[in-house]
């Protein structure tokens, strides 16, 4: 089949394709009539600083990243998961990070001249065939072939170069020190085994003991400790699952329209079912494999053995230098075109089912392959994907109907409505809130942005844009503010007695350990420990850098301790979080106290670091020099104006979606 041939022959193909994403890829800004009609690829659906971002390139970035997580999880992606994983979001704010660029560009007077720009397109490598440029005429016609004008490519190519100068000028006085890569380096080399004796707190919570006036003197001495933060209470209509699901409804004639429409999402590439033979061809420095010429004569007598009629699995078996697959007769198991190496692929899908190939050359030596068997490539039929394709329509008609209900209560919001009246209008209840501080919305408000918007509301007003969540969306109303306030004794006597409680057993740890501490020295950790009934412990291996040393858990401090402590010396008493947690998210009685001692270290190789030091340092430059140009982009959001047309946005989603 057609695209059978074109996977077989993909080497060439990859120049085609790259053109086509290029010509869809965010820095590309076609230039389109900015008053189109609603719903056309013309019609803008989001202006940052005045330059707009329209339906149809949306549309194309969207389809094109869709695509490519499709191809990445092999159909397993479906519409939940692209929303769960916020795609459409990821891709808006690509193309706004890009007009944010072309904005900073154009204030800082950076300009991309002709002659960069055809300087740049003769030593792109896609225009060069063997080291030499391929000339203008085949550019033409390899653009032609991918459906773009050469002023399209020229705009595409000279907007990369802006922004790879807007880039250099941002981050051109960023760098790496040699500590920094040395560092680096020992982090992830350096290992140390450990022995040590872990001290929970826990063990002493049953035992201690906090009376009513214990309470009240700890709560009048640092009463402000307690301090109530200042809380805030919403009206809110939510639309979630719970909600939408009722109001949508999915037919058989849905499902249908929607598999005839996607039938290419159903579609199961055409699969090969081999088994080889391999005869290795040792590389330059390995002592593995054959000499070329002694490597290809062993591989010819075994296929004219097969060939006189010899059992090609009990061949592999006694012959094949494959470990993965001689045991099972040189069984590889079926796989789709370009799971393997280029020359294996062509001649795998060259095959009939049982036919046996001439001695294929690749990376790793010499070939004989068999096909067994052969599936083309095929369309599920709709039975086996109607209960996959109704989960995606109502998914999709939830979007849509939750999409719709949003904008009709924003324009009932904008229009002077209560939130009431808005809600009712939609069939829907307004909801309060539990009181919340900053920072610390509780389900089903958890969104981040909701909870900081809040805090900048006033009592009685209406958000008049809804906000996501996870799980939907809601519009709000501040109901209610609880200003900050100094807590009574009844308010506050749990969380005064649990402080207490929390810092006895963490003492009386402490004190576990440093007695046990003074005992190893002369007895031994394991016996020492076995004193106070703690179990002498060891780090399953050598451990390196940031990672949880046994069952201590990770902390900055167990660090530090472990790679400096000379061998075989005894730590004071470190506090550590226990279960693999760091210090600072433990709560409660979680964690302890230990003792370490060094068992094993293996140092890191100063030899080593020094050869790897420039790639280390590369390395870490372009991860900075990635972070500082994020967080100016960041920054520099802030100087222009970024407004959403959500009917646009509504007519965007729902036009790639259907």
């Not at 080593?608 to 994020?630: M, N």
């Amino acid at each position: 089949m057609a695209l059978g041939y074109m996977r077989r022959h993909r080497r060439w193909l990859y120049i085609f394709l790259w053109l086509v994403i290029a010509a869809f890829i965010v820095l590309y800004v076609p230039a389109l009539d900015p008053k189109a009609p609603e719903g056309s690829p013309g019609e803008v659906m989001v202006t940052v600083g005045g330059r707009e971002i329209t339906v149809g390139e949306f549309q194309r970035d969207y389809h094109r990243q869709r695509q490519f997580y499709e191809r990445l999880y092999q159909g397993r992606m479906d519409e939940a998961m692209l929303r769960r994983m916020g795609l459409e979001n990821q891709v808006l704010q690509g193309l706004i990070t890009t007009r944010i660029v072309e904005l900073e560009a154009q204030r800082l007077g950076i300009g991309v001249s002709d002659e960069a720009v055809a300087r740049a397109i003769a030593s792109a490598p896609e225009w060069q065939d063997n080291g030499q440029f391929v000339g203008t005429a085949e550019i033409r016609r390899r653009l032609d072939f991918a459906g773009m004008s050469e002023q399209d490519y020229e705009a595409e190519m000279r907007r990369r170069l802006q922004r790879e100068t807007l880039e250099g000028l941002v981050t051109d006085g960023v760098l790496v020190s040699d500590a920094e890569a040395e560092r680096d380096y020992r982090g992830r080399n350096e290992q140390v085994k450990l022995e040590y004796a872990f001290v929970e707190a826990e063990r002493f919570r049953e035992e201690v003991e906090v009376n009513d006036s214990s309470v009240a003197a700890r709560f009048e001495e640092k009463r402000e400790a307690y301090r109530i933060p200042e809380r805030r209470v919403v009206r809110y209509v939510l639309l979630d699952r719970a909600v939408l699901r009722p109001l949508v409804s999915v037919t058989d004639r849905d499902i249908e329209l929607y598999y005839q429409d996607h039938r290419d999402e159903f579609l199961e590439e055409e699969e090969a079912c081999a088994r080889h033979i391999l005869v290795k061809v040792s590389a330059e420095g390995s002592g593995e494999g054959h000499p070329e010429a002694d490597a290809r004569r062993i591989a010819q007598t075994l296929l004219e053995r097969v060939r006189a009629g010899a059992d090609f699995a009990e061949l592999a078996r006694a012959s094949s230098e494959d470990a993965g697959s001689s045991a099972n007769g040189g069984d590889l198991g079926c796989f789709p075109a370009g799971r393997m190496v280029p020359e294996f692929d062509r001649a795998v899908f060259d095959l009939a089912p049982g036919e046996v190939s001439d001695l294929v050359r690749t990376s790793f030596g010499y070939h004989i392959i068999r096909l067994d068997s052969r599936r083309e490539e095929t369309i599920l039929p709709l039975a086996d994907v109607k209960e996959r394709i109704r989960t995606i329509v109502t998914e999709r008609k939830m979007t849509e109907r939750g999409d719709e209900i949003s904008q009709a209560l924003a324009d009932a919001l904008a229009k002077g409505q209560t939130l009431e009246d808005a809600a009712a209008g939609q069939g829907l209840t307004v909801q309060t809130s539990e009181p919340f501080p900053k920072g610390e919305p509780k389900a089903p408000l958890a969104s981040p942005t909701l909870a900081a918007r809040v805090f900048e509301m006033k009592a009685g007003e209406v958000e008049k844009e809804g906000f996501a969540l996870p799980q939907g969306a809601a519009f709000v109303e501040l109901a209610e503010v609880q200003p900050a306030r100094l807590p009574t004794l009844e308010e506050a006597k749990d969380r005064v007695r649990a402080d207490l409680v929390r810092e006895t057993a963490f003492e009386r740890a402490h004190d576990i350990a440093r007695q046990i501490r003074e005992r190893a020295g002369k007895a031994g950790l394991e016996r020492a420990s076995a004193a106070f009934a703690v179990v002498r412990k060891e780090t399953p291996a050598l451990t390196g850098r940031g990672q949880p040393l046994g069952d201590l858990g990770l902390s900055v401090a167990l660090d530090q301790v472990a790679f400096s402590l000379p061998e075989g010396e005894l730590s004071e008493p470190l506090r550590a979080p226990g279960g693999g947690a760091p210090v600072e998210l433990s709560e409660g009685l979680r964690g302890g106290w230990a003792v370490l001692r060094v068992l094993e270290r293996q140092p890191y190789d100063r030899d080593a670091f020094q050869s790897e030091k420039p790639r280390i340092v590369a390395t870490l430059q372009q991860q900075k020099q990635a972070e500082a140009f994020q967080a100016y982009i960041a920054a520099a959001q802030d100087r222009y104006v970024v407004k959403r047309r959500n009917e646009a946005y509504r007519r965007a989603l729902g036009e790639d979606r259907y």
